[in-house]
């Protein structure tokens, strides 16, 4: 387990935020994902790994990364910076846009 968890430390993308991705795009990320956990645990190369991913308490990497954008936007929302939390609400659907807001905000 503990490789599991340098895995999920070192291999979840920072600013995956701010992607912009399709369908194809979260299906490749998938496979790298599925295939690391299939690396680590030496089986299943032809099956499904619904169960190691359920074992190891992790959830699939199109998941991770939705999760990361809610929880930006949350944060954004819930800012106690009137700007960020107007831009946050404007542009709800926009979140790549947010992320280079807030940075040009607190490189200032």
Not at 23 to 43: A, G, P
Not at 46 to 54: A, G, M, Q, T
Not at 81 to 101: E, S, W
């Amino acid at each position: 387990m503990a490789t599991v968890h340098l895995v999920k430390t070192y291999c979840i993308p920072a600013g995956c935020e701010t992607w912009h991705l399709d369908q194809s795009d979260y299906h490749r990320l998938n496979v790298i994902w599925h295939n690391s956990f299939r690396k680590i645990f030496s089986c299943c190369w032809r099956e499904d790994v619904s169960c190691l991913l359920f074992y190891s308490h992790t959830l699939p990497m199109s998941y991770i990364i939705n999760q990361h954008k809610i929880l930006f936007l949350k944060t954004a929302l819930n800012c106690d910076n009137k700007v960020i939390h107007a831009f946050a609400t404007l542009n709800r659907g926009n979140i790549g846009m947010i992320f280079k807001i807030l940075k040009h905000l607190t490189a200032h």
